[in-house]
């Protein structure tokens, strides 16, 4: 296919490579980072998006994508996808596809979960909105750069997707960050913790393929000092647009707003950001019952 990419940093980069590897046609534009291999670079986005049966855009968040996509949809011929990655609001989301529609193009909100490890591996999930006959036109890239894509539903439900399932991921994380230092405190040895707790009803994800305790259970970035992985401030900005999302609908969600409240504290003022997400278990570690 030919295609069109916008946004080429650690996430788009090892994107476009591997479709590029896959034998498509891939034309780049990034603000700034370089030329992924395999990829030939236009001199805007509108150039890169001209002419191409698919534009992909993998960016920092909803307003970028807002203006990107304003840019690019104008020089894309009808029938062409618009085929978002990136995480944004579910606004936005549905305010791009709305404006591709109006222009005869199809869109679809794909965000992806895997992180740089994925991308670069062609393992991601892909979870993704709009009309089925474009997720069925852009199924074959998902093939190439991920191992799984679920169609959610209309334009925004990707993105819909993307956002409960991380504010259930921050919201464990922490529960199971303040169960090991509770454990702690009371003396509970922590693969004991684990051996339990990963085979008992408190079991997880992140209990049992991302054990935020270094030397026990699954292998996680806390065994590499908390290096990322999956970053704190990333995950700040997921549980930032799942209460906005929350807010525009009038949902009720004290847990996510509290696992919101603190990352925010975590990466804004006691030195998380840069680290994994999981090093909410050392900060649980160092602190006491009031403050
Ligand atoms: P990044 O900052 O490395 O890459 C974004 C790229 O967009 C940069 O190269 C930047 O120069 C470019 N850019 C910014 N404005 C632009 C513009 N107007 N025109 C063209 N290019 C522009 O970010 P990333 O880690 O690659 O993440 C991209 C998206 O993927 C984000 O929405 C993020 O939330 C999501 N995501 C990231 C991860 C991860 O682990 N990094 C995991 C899942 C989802």
Not at 131 to 155: I, N, S, T, W, Y
Not at 233 to 258: F, I, N, W, Y
């Amino acid at each position: 296919m030919k295609i069109g990419f916008i946004g080429l940093g650690n996430m788009g980069a090892p994107m476009a490579k591997n479709l590029a590897a896959a034998g498509h046609e891939v034309t780049g534009y990034d603000v700034a980072a370089p030329a992924p291999e395999g990829v030939s670079m236009a001199a805007s986005a509108a150039e890169a998006a001209a002419g191409q049966e698919v534009v992909i855009t993998m960016l920092p968040n909803g307003e970028i994508l807002r203006s990107v996509a304003a840019e690019v949809i104008p020089a894309m011929e009808k029938g062409a996808v618009l085929l978002d990655c990136s995480t944004v609001d579910v606004e936005s989301a549905r305010a791009v596809a709305d404006e591709a529609g109006k222009a005869g193009l199809m869109a679809v909100d794909a965000p992806v979960s895997g992180g740089v490890g994925g991308a670069e591996a062609g393992t991601l999930t892909f979870m993704a909105g709009g009309p089925r006959e474009a997720f069925e036109k852009v199924e074959p890239l998902f093939e190439v750069m991920g191992q799984k894509a679920v169609h959610c539903g209309d334009a925004g439900a990707g993105q819909a997707a993307k956002i409960c399932n991380n504010m259930i991921l921050g919201v464990t994380m922490i529960a199971t960050c303040e169960a090991f230092a509770l454990a702690d405190k009371l003396g509970l040895d922590r693969q004991k913790m684990y051996d339990v707790v990963s085979t008992s009803s408190g079991y997880s994800w992140v209990m049992n393929a991302y054990t935020p305790a270094p030397g026990i259970g699954a292998r996680s970035p806390a065994d590499n000092d908390y290096k990322p992985g999956f970053a704190a401030e990333l995950m700040l900005k997921d549980l930032r647009l799942s209460q906005q999302a929350a807010e525009a609908v009038d949902a009720d969600t004290p847990m996510g707003h509290s696992a919101m409240e603190l990352y925010e504290s975590f990466v804004e003022r006691e030195g998380g950001k840069g680290m994994d997400f999981s090093a909410m278990l050392p900060r649980f570690e160092k602190r006491h019952r009031k403050g």
